[in-house]
């Protein structure tokens, strides 16, 4: 079994860095997604693990081999890419068997015509037919097999790419973006087919996606890229409910984080806009708190809000309100009984239990906190 | 329906400007000429008669014709596939080099803009048997000197040379256009999928995708090719001893030496003949082969 490991890869264009040093590990059979927003350096990183393009410091091994300065061919992975990068001119079948017909087939017994001719290459050849259908079949691409490309919807070009991707069963699979040029409802259902291709081939595979649904739903270990650094690796549990950075906070989860400044004391003591919050922290200083949606509710005691609308979600409720003392945005998930008793404009509190508050010092960095025994929060 | 009437009343006054264009200065002529076929007329003459078929009999029979047909024919394969593997053979060494892209692409596009005419003379003299630099150089290097446009056994190739030179950068150009159009990312496919050197992308992404591209280029160098004149009616005409004769030379002299305009309309016709069979021919069986989507 193989993973990838990559240490310490440095890329820059020009004087521009795009990564800046990045160490990562893709276990034997791991599923790991690599997020960011766009232009993060997720996808170079990618291809340079891919060989396609080059490193300016770092090492990549794939299973036991160093595979820094060999020629992508010769790194035994295979990449679905983001627009699928299909032959036109050859049929689905032809497509599929691309990576074998190049590695098995000498260049005289891959020509057209006359390559059918020299011994052997007819054996060759059925051996790869073969396999081109069982790689096809459980994408349901059976029927499709003698069509071109052109002739494909979006979603069956797709299969067609993760067919070529699996065929080889190669030693690693990468994949960019393969959902992003889908629709909403192709999406979710693909989803779950790589999830089961992954499965059934139990290769380590890394995944590039800028959609943290995609990221949280189909991964082992989530990594979160952003300005060409990793900023944390962990499960997606733990990227969601226990970030190691704000960035990480403000860019998992929908509706987005609620940040609020708040300051803590010469005791560690943490207030926000002057009234405590009911933690205690070993930082001094300016903080950042941020709150989940759903960890905020209406209480006796907790944030002062003035409710602007309600969103009805049909499972749940999105209260948008603001921050009495500062006008921050706050948006809170409620349960949809909760509607009664909530007035748009009148003053309420938002309560939240101290252990789902997280708190960031000045650097973004997330610092430790705990409730305070000694304060209720008012 | 009254509205739909007025509309098509007032579509057809905004084309007349266009329709009567081309029926002045394309319709007509074209009629003209195959109507001219038929006849005896020259130039000149204030009367014609209708003759039928004998025209075409007279260029069966002709041997001066079958000889301008069989030159022309030599010239077009020639050209035609030289100046289209040159082409494509410039315009990756051009798209593969670091720097100068612009540059080589203006140098090898110079003959394009260039007027033939005046260029001939230039080729005159580098081709000249005694002080021509081409010579010069195969003397020096101890080679024979030929008479490369004044000889039957050389005018041909020195004329195909020459129409050579004229194309090849713009048929580079149209492939450079081509290439430029071919998704990045299907070679980086390709070098996943295990193409190990440049020949194996080339197989499996350069030439099937330039598809398109080569059947233009293909179709537009044939039609250029069969074109030739200029050069012939400045350095040769038509010889030595018939030798460098090809078709549209011989229906301007057939027209505008002897004056005899019905021949050489027979002519014409016989040369816009073999243009729209050759174009059926290539969008018929070609066009099949190279649009996949």
Not at chain 1, 86 to 104: D, F, G, K, Q, S
Not at chain 1, 306 to 334: C, K
Not at chain 2, 17 to 41: K, R
Not at chain 2, 203 to 215: M, Y
Request: proline residues 6%.
């Amino acid at each position: 079994m193989a993973g990838i490991t990559i240490s310490g890869v440095v890329r820059q264009f020009g004087a521009t860095p795009v990564l800046r040093g990045v160490s990562l590990t893709v276990e034997p059979g791991e599923f790991v997604a690599l997020v960011g927003p766009s232009g993060c350096g997720k996808t170079t990183l990618m291809r340079i693990i891919a060989g396609i393009e080059t490193a300016d410091a770092g090492e990549i091994v794939i299973g036991d081999r160093p595979v820094t300065r060999l020629r992508p061919a010769e790194r035994d992975i295979a990449m679905v890419f983001q627009s699928y990068a299909l032959y036109p001119h050859l049929t689905v079948r032809e497509n599929i068997a691309v990576p074998l017909a190049m590695r098995r087939l000498s260049a005289p017994e891959r020509m057209p015509l006359l390559g059918r001719l020299l011994p052997g290459a007819r054996a060759k050849r059925a051996a790869i037919d073969e396999e081109v259908v069982r790689a096809a079949a459980p994408l349901g691409l059976e029927a499709l097999l003698d069509r071109r490309p052109g002739q494909l919807s979006g979603g069956q070009r797709q299969r067609v790419a993760l067919a070529r991707a699996v065929v080889r069963r190669p030693a690693a699979f990468l994949m960019d973006e393969p959902l992003s040029n889908l629709d909403a409802a192709l999406r979710v259902q693909t989803r779950r087919e790589i999830v089961d291709i992954h499965r059934a081939a139990g290769v380590a595979t890394l995944y590039v996606t800028h959609d943290q649904a995609e990221a949280l739903t189909m991964a082992d270990k989530v990594a979160v890229m952003m300005g060409g650094e990793l900023l944390q690796v962990a499960s997606p549990e733990a990227i969601y409910a226990d970030p190691a950075d704000l960035r990480v906070a403000g860019f998992i989860g929908s509706p987005r984080i609620n940040t609020l400044a708040a300051e803590a004391d010469a005791a560690g003591r943490v207030t926000v806009a002057g009234l405590p919050a009911g933690l205690r922290t070993e930082a001094r200083g300016a903080l950042t708190l941020a709150l989940r949606p759903e960890a905020l509710r209406p209480a006796p005691a907790g944030l002062p809000a003035v409710p602007e609308h309600l969103e009805f979600l049909g499972d749940g409720l999105l209260l948008h309100a603001r921050h009495a003392p500062d006008g921050t945005p706050l948006i809170a998930r409620l349960a949809p009984e909760a509607r009664e008793g909530l007035q748009p404009g009148a003053a309420l509190k938002l309560g939240f239990a101290p252990g789902r508050a997280l708190l960031f010092g000045a650097d973004g960095r997330r610092v430790a906190s705990r409730a305070d025994a000694a304060l209720v929060p008012a | 329906m009254r509205r739909l009437a007025g509309e098509a009343v007032a579509g057809a006054l905004m084309t007349l400007p266009a329709g009567i264009a081309y029926l002045l200065l394309l319709l007509l002529p074209t009629l003209a000429t195959v109507l001219l076929a038929f006849t005896d007329y020259e130039l000149g003459a204030t009367a014609l008669g209708w003759i039928g078929l004998d025209n075409f009999r007279e260029m069966l029979a002709d041997r001066g014709f079958g000889v301008s047909v069989r030159n022309t024919l030599v010239y077009v394969g020639l050209v035609t596939p030289i100046s289209i593997l040159g082409g494509l053979g410039l315009a990756l060494l051009v798209e593969a080099g670091a720097k100068g892209r612009a540059f080589f692409r203006a140098v090898f596009f110079l003959p394009v803009v260039s007027l033939t005419v005046a260029m001939a003379a230039a080729w005159q003299y580098l081709l000249h048997p005694t002080i021509g630099p081409v010579n010069a150089a195969l003397r020096a290097m101890g080679l024979g000197t030929p008479f490369w446009l004044s000889s039957s056994d050389t005018v041909l190739l020195s004329l195909a040379a020459i129409g050579v030179w004229e194309s090849i950068g713009f048929n580079m150009v149209l492939f450079m256009a081509g290439l430029t159009a071919i998704p990045r990312e299907l070679y980086a496919a390709a070098e996943v999928d295990g193409a190990r050197g440049g020949f194996d992308r080339f197989r499996l992404v350069t030439w099937p995708l330039l598809g398109p591209t080569t059947l233009f280029v293909l179709t537009i160098s044939m039609i250029r090719s069969l074109r030739v004149f200029d050069t012939v009616a400045v350095l040769t005409q038509g010889g030595p001893n018939k030798a460098s004769e090809v078709l549209l030379f011989t229906m301007y002299q057939q027209g505008f030496t002897y004056l005899r305009l019905g021949y050489s309309a027979a002519i014409t016709l016989v040369f816009l003949a073999v243009v729209l069979a050759l174009m059926w021919v290539q969008t018929q069986v070609l066009d099949k082969r190279v649009h996949y989507a």
